[in-house]
């Protein structure tokens, strides 16, 4: 199982980036999925996650301007993020427990996109 994230980028404050991130191979079924980051010098972070049934759970810091949802049909999950500020510049990375059709319960990472936010 991998996870491919597509989206990052350099922003001006204020502006907007949408993150994606798409998980294939020996997938049965896909648990908590969800949007970490890590900004140089600090430690990983939990921005946000999403459970099969769609509940969500924000980091206070990014609650009212990031959203994240998810295409169960796709094995997908998107984060929006607006009204970027510099302090969010970091490296975005998601994260799936995903069942695989051995029934193995595994937590998936993948290899992270930068989020560069500067005027």
């Known amino acids: 199982v991998q996870l491919v994230e597509s989206g990052g980028g350099l922003v001006h404050p204020g502006g907007s980036l949408r993150l994606s991130c798409a998980a294939s191979?020996?997938?049965?079924?896909?648990?908590?999925m969800g949007w970490y980051r890590q900004a140089p010098g600090k430690e990983r972070e939990l921005v946000a996650t999403?459970?099969?049934?769609?509940?969500?759970n924000y980091a206070d810091s990014v609650k009212g301007r990031f959203a994240i949802s998810r295409d169960n049909a796709k094995n997908t999950v998107y984060l929006q993020m607006n009204s970027l500020k510099p302090d969010d510049t970091a490296v975005y990375s998601c994260?799936?427990?995903?069942?695989?059709?051995?029934?193995?319960?595994?937590?998936?990472w993948g290899q992270g996109t930068l989020v560069t936010v500067s005027s």
């Open positions: 994260n799936a427990k995903v069942r695989t059709y051995t029934l193995t319960l595994v937590e998936v």
């Open positions: 191979g020996s997938i049965f079924s896909i648990n908590d």
């Open positions: 999403i459970a099969r049934g769609a509940s969500t």
